[in-house]
């Protein structure tokens, strides 16, 4: 009995790398970068609904798991349940992908209990990930040239992030928290022909992977990295950028009840919200801080924080102008982001003006090279 229990677990490994190979392969074999990534797509979930085809499901022992699909995964005492079947951490590969709550996915999902609730994270090779970046971030019916440049600069920032966390659970979020992705249900032929045109290409900086930052529009000029994270970096100073302009995004209005932001803002301690003015602006044209007008006094808050307090999709760029008037705070605003690195609605027009990916990467990154993940290894 024990030797065919040890026949079942090294078939069950055999069977499990072999459908890894297959997911990996289709539909895109020819990437030349054996790079693996692996990104958190759901975290602290009470459950999750897990489907495929030819799913097979392992524990941390690499013991199968009998599956009966569609199949609830859900936390059990720090465990893993899944089915009848339970483990610390259970690993799950299909021939084709795997779907979790009807989101599909290429490649091996983990799952682990981790902060009291289901930790889910996708491990698959970077280049295949690159092509589901792709629709999450941009648009693939956008130009070709704005397309490769995305593709790099997604690598780049995986990469940086792989090496910067290689200790910990993941690498990535798959959210605006590091950069979007919503696994292969996104893919098309020109996300693909992106990566693919792109392969296993990388900014480097001295030799060294640089902080690939982006955003999706920087209003006419891009954000020194000292003025939003307080390290300034060589390469992420600011550059005009009247390219993103033509882009609806570049230009915003927003008004807010003075009550909605005193809520938001109840963590910091500010009760009693008056006014709202603008402090100074800093180098590039962004404010540097806002004057919160209380009852009880005036708290001068940084913009970078303030804007993510609020929301950074509802105060989209620290650029903007306030006033108040009668209960109401009125934003005018222009860009979409913290405004560092690439504006990716720049990129587009400049691709549509016919400059290439590598013209644009040097543009928004000034001094950097573009190099190959085998020639920094």
């Given at each position: 009995?024990k030797?065919?229990?040890?026949?079942?677990?090294?078939?069950?490994?055999?069977?499990?790398?072999?459908?890894?190979?297959?997911?990996?392969?289709?539909?895109?074999?020819?990437?030349?970068?054996q790079?693996?990534?692996?990104?958190?797509?759901?975290?602290?979930?009470?459950?999750?609904?897990?489907?495929?085809?030819?799913?097979?499901?392992?524990?941390?022992n690499?013991?199968?798991?009998?599956?009966?699909?569609?199949?609830?995964?859900?936390?059990?005492r720090?465990?893993?349940l899944?089915?009848?079947?339970?483990?610390?951490?259970?690993?799950?590969?299909?021939a084709?992908?795997?779907?979790?709550?009807?989101?599909?996915?290429?490649?091996l999902?983990?799952?682990?209990?981790?902060?009291?609730?289901l930790?889910?994270v996708?491990?698959?090779p970077l280049?295949?990930?690159?092509?589901?970046?792709?629709?999450?971030e941009?648009?693939?019916?956008?130009?070709?040239?704005?397309?490769?440049?995305?593709?790099?600069?997604?690598?780049?920032y995986?990469?940086?992030?792989k090496?910067?966390?290689?200790?910990?659970?993941?690498?990535?979020?798959?959210t605006?928290?590091?950069?979007?992705?919503?696994?292969?249900?996104?893919?098309d032929?020109?996300?693909?022909?992106?990566?693919?045109?792109?392969?296993?290409?990388?900014?480097?900086?001295?030799?060294?992977v640089?902080?690939a930052?982006y955003?999706?529009n920087?209003?006419?000029?891009?954000?020194?990295?000292?003025?939003?994270?307080?390290v300034?970096l060589?390469?992420l100073?600011?550059?005009?950028?009247?390219?993103?302009?033509?882009?609806p995004?570049?230009?915003?209005?927003?008004?807010?009840?003075?009550s909605?932001?005193?809520?938001a803002?109840?963590?910091?301690?500010i009760?009693?919200?008056?006014?709202?003015?603008?402090g100074?602006?800093?180098?590039?044209g962004?404010?540097?801080?806002?004057?919160?007008?209380t009852?009880?006094?005036?708290?001068?808050?940084?913009?970078?924080?303030f804007?993510m307090?609020?929301g950074?999709?509802?105060?989209r760029?620290?650029?903007?102008?306030?006033?108040?008037?009668?209960?109401?705070?009125?934003?005018s605003?222009?860009?979409?982001?913290h405004?560092?690195?690439?504006?990716?609605y720049?990129?587009?027009?400049?691709?549509?003006?016919?400059?290439?990916?590598t013209?644009?990467l040097?543009?928004?990154?000034p001094?950097?090279?573009?190099?190959?993940?085998?020639?920094?290894k």
């Amino acid at each position: 009995m024990k030797n065919l229990m040890c026949s079942v677990i090294a078939l069950t490994v055999l069977l499990m790398n072999v459908l890894l190979t297959t997911a990996a392969a289709e539909p895109y074999q020819y990437s030349s970068s054996q790079e693996q990534i692996r990104v958190a797509i759901l975290k602290a979930a009470d459950s999750v609904t897990l489907d495929g085809d030819g799913l097979l499901a392992t524990d941390e022992n690499s013991r199968p798991i009998p599956l009966e699909l569609p199949v609830t995964v859900k936390n059990d005492r720090g465990r893993v349940l899944i089915g009848s079947g339970s483990g610390r951490i259970v690993r799950v590969a299909g021939a084709g992908v795997v779907r979790i709550n009807n989101k599909s996915y290429r490649g091996l999902l983990e799952f682990s209990i981790q902060s009291g609730g289901l930790l889910v994270v996708n491990e698959l090779p970077l280049e295949q990930y690159l092509v589901g970046v792709i629709n999450s971030e941009i648009s693939s019916t956008w130009p070709m040239e704005s397309i490769k440049t995305q593709a790099v600069i997604a690598r780049t920032y995986a990469v940086a992030k792989k090496r910067e966390r290689q200790k910990a659970y993941y690498h990535l979020e798959s959210t605006v928290m590091d950069q979007a992705y919503d696994g292969s249900d996104l893919e098309d032929s020109r996300a693909a022909r992106g990566v693919h045109e792109t392969d296993g290409e990388v900014l480097t900086y001295n030799g060294k992977v640089i902080q690939a930052f982006y955003h999706a529009n920087s209003g006419g000029r891009t954000e020194a990295s000292q003025n939003v994270w307080g390290v300034g970096l060589p390469y992420l100073q600011g550059v005009e950028c009247q390219y993103g302009l033509t882009s609806p995004t570049s230009r915003w209005e927003l008004t807010l009840p003075l009550s909605r932001i005193e809520a938001a803002l109840k963590a910091h301690k500010i009760s009693g919200l008056t006014d709202i003015t603008a402090g100074p602006r800093n180098n590039r044209g962004r404010l540097k801080t806002v004057q919160l007008v209380t009852e009880r006094g005036t708290v001068s808050m940084p913009t970078t924080r303030f804007r993510m307090t609020i929301g950074s999709t509802v105060i989209r760029s620290t650029d903007f102008t306030v006033r108040v008037e009668n209960g109401n705070a009125f934003f005018s605003g222009a860009g979409y982001g913290h405004g560092v690195g690439l504006c990716q609605y720049g990129a587009k027009q400049r691709a549509l003006d016919g400059f290439t990916y590598t013209e644009i990467l040097s543009y928004y990154y000034p001094g950097t090279k573009l190099s190959t993940l085998s020639d920094i290894k």
